[in-house]
T-cell receptor, first 114, second 115 residues
């Protein structure tokens, strides 16, 4: 079945460091890919998405490119801030199920130190 | 802005009690979801609904039931709470149709402790 694998955390970086959180997926067909973020004490919110191969999703300085050849959707940011400290979830659309279903990775916790 | 609200942020219940978790969304979304979130396990889907009075089991429905009598409200019921149901419960909603169906909006979560 479809699945998502993310790098395990926690990831600890200094402010202004470069961030990469790896995400790979297994899926049949052509799923859409997503990154969600969960700030402390809150629910998840959509950060960015890509709906087809070679698409780049971007938002708030974060970006990720849908790579079909490597089945990856790595999240990157050039210069992280303390306010980026959160848990990041990679997800893919589960077209095998009813509409709207997502399959989530286990999440990667990011801590940014000043 | 889409708003998804959950009835409680924190809840403490005793083993064997019947527990109701309520979720309300204000954007006329067709799809609604209940997840539980546990450290090291990520999000696991309990139940979802794509229309009023419709429900489908997710990955871990055992010990839970749901109710969707109105479009905006989706309730999760723990028939007889057990300590292994101590968790963070997240509700989400999304519109139907095309790729927007996968843009889920989440509530803030209910942290349930069963003692």
């Amino acid at each position: 079945g479809n699945s998502v694998t993310q790098m395990e955390g926690p990831v600890t970086l200094s402010e202004e460091a470069f961030l990469t959180i790896n995400c790979t997926y297994t899926a049949t067909g052509y799923p859409s890919l997503f990154w969600y973020v969960q700030y402390p004490g809150e629910g998840l919110q959509l950060l960015l998405k890509a709906t087809k191969a070679d698409d780049k999703g971007s938002n708030k300085g974060f970006e990720a490119t849908y790579r079909k050849e490597t089945t990856s959707f790595h999240l990157e940011k050039g210069s992280v801030q303390v306010s980026d400290s959160a848990v990041y979830f990679c997800a893919l659309s589960d077209r095998g199920g009813s509409q709207g279903n997502l399959i989530f990775g286990k999440g990667t916790k990011l801590s940014v130190k000043p | 802005d889409v708003k998804v609200t959950q009835s409680s942020r924190y809840l403490v219940k005793r083993t064997g009690e019947k527990v109701f978790l309520e979720c309300v969304q204000d954007m006329d979304h067709e799809n609604m979801f209940w997840y539980r979130q546990d450290p090291g396990l990520g999000l696991r889907l309990i139940y979802f609904s794509y229309d009023v009075k419709m429900k489908e089991k997710g990955d871990i429905p055992e010990g839970y039931s749901v109710s969707r009598e109105k479009k905006e409200r989706f309730s999760l019921i723990l028939e007889s709470a057990s300590t292994n149901q101590t968790s963070m419960y997240l509700c989400a909603s999304s519109p139907s149709g095309g790729n927007r169906a996968y843009e889920q909006y989440f509530g803030p979560g209910t942290r349930l402790t069963v003692t």
